[in-house]
């Protein structure tokens, strides 16, 4: 087996550096623990952006994903397959949509979004060709094709990039004034994050999505929530409109729908919007597999019945309990909602990467989001026990 020294340097040479990752180089992984190649142990804190929602390797995912791909792995959707029908239902049932259309990565299903979204703006709004306008917020993430980079307000993402994608207007996250004013003939829909996770956890105010929801009905504009991150469960509710009974047009999902085994991503709406795709519009080639399907299906199932989304409530509000009794001179606040939270750095505490690098050295991995915030995201499998291991650290690495 290779060491950290020798991967390090391989994937130096023969990998594109889009990426700074920390210098550890995992082989193994079970539930919020992973080892590296030399044997030492750390508790995942960032569970792949929220992809690990289930844990690593879960039993139940391993085995569903071992049976699938030694029976049907990929038919591509020229053919129909036995998954995507139950994944289809199940998907609708647990979310209360009408349909659903699977694709791949989070980006993918963003894609999907704009794309359903300006075509029943065409078809429903008489807007003229080329001119729909879909409103989308400041801080945003929403993935990094050359569309979804175009309306980033992060400079590195569209850098050298363009030319952009036109038809998307940007207004002041959380700023419900702001989304109003920006509303013209044109506009389709709103896309937003409910919450902002790339951004360092950032929770608008109570009232918002409740405002933004009531302003999209009066204007007859389509409210779409990208939940890739911050959807099943990582709040504390299955989505985080449910906190203010809030049901958008269109929920973006990802991520957590395959428990990390398998790019799945997925958009839910109703019959009106996405039955705006007919055969031809749109389509991805593994996009829907077996694989796929069965693993989301059983991904979903263990949310279920693992109660992981009361356990990030129960576990989460135990969790920022135990971080506000440290007192450190580096911390301005804490911030979350469930088992995702963002540890606000003081301007001069020196930011957070170097904070990233000594819980590493101390076995807990997480990652810096911008420069000043420490972003907490472990699997909702983590146990009130492990969450005490892991306070005790951070407790020194804090103070
Ligand atoms: C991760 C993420 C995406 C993009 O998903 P990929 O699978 O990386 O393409 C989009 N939106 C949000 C909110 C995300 O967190």
């Known amino acids: 087996m290779l060491t950290t020294k020798e991967c390090i340097e391989l994937e130096d040479i023969y990998g594109a550096h889009n990426y700074k990752p920390l210098d550890v180089v995992l082989t193994k992984g079970s539930g919020i623990w992973v080892e590296d190649v030399e044997g030492r142990k750390y508790m995942d804190f960032l569970a792949a952006y929220s992809a690990l929602n289930q844990g690593h390797c879960h039993p139940r995912l391993v085995k569903v994903m071992q049976e699938q791909c030694s029976r049907l792995a990929l038919t591509s959707r020229a053919f129909r397959n036995d998954q995507l029908p139950l994944l289809a239902k199940e998907l609708c049932e647990l979310t209360g949509y009408e349909m659903m259309l699977p694709m791949n990565?989070?980006?993918?299903?963003?894609?999907?979004?704009?794309?359903?979204?300006?075509?029943?703006?065409?078809?429903?709004?008489?807007?003229?060709?080329?001119?729909?306008?879909?409103?989308?917020?400041?801080?945003?993430?929403?993935?990094?094709?050359?569309?979804?980079?175009?309306f980033s307000t992060e400079e590195q993402y569209k850098e050298g990039f363009g030319p952009l994608t036109p038809g998307f207007v940007v207004v002041t996250y959380g700023d419900i004034e702001a989304f109003e004013k920006a509303i013209n003939n044109n506009t389709v829909a709103f896309l937003v994050e409910p919450i902002q996770g790339e951004s360092g956890v950032v929770i608008p105010d109570e009232g918002y999505l409740k405002g933004a929801e009531m302003i999209c009905e009066d204007n007859n504009i389509l409210f779409v929530t990208d939940e890739i991150q911050s959807g099943l469960g990582r709040t504390g509710k299955m989505f985080v409109t449910e906190h203010e009974d809030v049901h958008p047009d269109m929920i973006i999902i990802g991520k957590a729908l395959s428990g990390g085994m398998y790019p799945v991503s997925a958009v839910v709406s109703s019959r009106e919007i996405l039955g705006v795709f007919n055969p031809g519009d749109h389509g991805s080639t593994y996009g829907g597999s077996p694989i796929a399907c069965a693993v989301a299906r059983e991904a979903l199932k263990v949310i279920v019945d693992e109660r992981l989304v009361e356990k990030s409530a129960e576990v989460g509000a135990y969790l920022i309990g135990e971080l506000r009794k440290i007192d450190s001179p580096y911390v301005d606040f804490y911030r979350g909602k469930g088992l995702w939270i963002g540890i606000v750095l003081k301007k001069d505490a020196g930011g957070a990467r170097r904070f990233c690098e000594a819980l590493k050295d101390k076995g807990i991995l997480t990652k810096e989001t911008h420069e000043n915030v420490i972003r907490l995201a472990p699997p909702l499998v983590i146990t009130k026990k492990e969450i005490d291991t892991a306070i005790e650290i951070i407790h020194e690495v804090l103070s």
């Open 105 to 150: 990565s989070g980006a993918e299903a963003v894609e999907t979004a704009i794309k359903a979204v300006r075509k029943w703006g065409y078809q429903n709004k008489c807007i003229k060709k080329d001119k729909a306008e879909i409103i989308v917020c400041s801080g945003n993430f929403h993935g990094r094709t050359t569309t979804i980079i175009s």
